[in-house]
């Protein structure tokens, strides 16, 4: 199976603003950033021993490709709030399926041949239980057949809101559950794109981006059960504490 790397990392030197790029985009993808943390250009420069600009070009990479924001202290995982991602989805259901069925018409052998190559890959990871390879085969193909799309204003919209669509992937990524339902996905898409269907690729498509927004109600409801269950064990703590206390 192929190591997924961005598309110049391949002979990148360590210390470059594509390795550190690399390292702090697998960070992300395993969860091993905190939603509270700062990544600051001058800490990650000191950590990889290099200059300030290297660090900061690998940061402002990945704000660009939606995996960071930046902000006066330095850059934090995107936050974004549950009515805008739903806004979002709204969006999505308006813009991609046009963009899939152009897509279907304008997608040449070698992209069909790079589509298919990262589908098998993401199999082969989906089965081997590797979740960064399966994150980043999944990415890098959405990326290609969206790059395929001939109007340009409607690529730069859907580009857009790169940030909202990453911040949903890492939250339903985490549920292994979902992962054959985004490979299928994928699989009906490129068949339908093989067969340059533009019908059948909208509707795919379409029907992709309403079990994304399934997986991701499943994944806020979860994640808001578990913040309750620590508010009340928490206040419980101190209701415990102050009956017991001093008097």
């Known amino acids: 199976m192929a190591v997924l ?26 969860g091993e950033v905190d939603p509270q943390e700062r990544l600051v250009d001058t800490a990650i420069a000191t950590e990889f021993g290099v ?49 899939a069925a152009l897509a279907a018409q304008n997608l040449s052998e070698d992209a069909f041949t790079h589509l298919e190559s990262l589908l098998r890959n993401a199999r082969h990871a989906m089965t081997d239980g590797d979740r960064k390879v399966l994150f980043r085969s999944c990415e890098i193909f959405r990326n290609g057949w969206i790059n395929a799309v001939p109007n340009v204003s409607l690529r730069k919209a859907v580009q857009r809101y790169m940030t909202q669509v990453q911040a949903v992937r890492m939250m339903t990524f985490a549920d292994p559950a979902n992962h054959p339902v985004i490979v299928d996905g994928n699989t009906g898409l490129l068949a339908a794109f093989r067969r340059r269907d533009a019908v059948a690729a909208a509707d795919r498509i379409l029907r992709f981006v309403f079990d994304g927004e399934s997986a991701y109600l499943a994944a806020h409801e979860a994640s808001e059960k578990t913040e309750e269950s620590k508010t009340r064990a928490t206040s419980g703590g101190r209701t415990d504490a102050t009956l017991t206390g001093p008097r």
């Open 51 to 99: 200059s300030r600009m290297p660090a900061r070009d690998a940061l402002m990479r990945l704000a660009h490709e939606g995996y960071l924001e930046q902000t006066t202290k330095g850059f934090v995982l995107p936050r974004i709030d549950h009515r805008e991602i739903l806004e979002i989805f709204d969006l999505r259901r308006l813009l991609e399926p046009r963009a």
């Open 5 to 30: 790397k961005s598309s110049s990392a391949s002979n990148a030197p360590p210390g470059t603003s594509v390795q550190i790029h690399d390292v702090l985009m697998a960070r992300i993808q395993n």
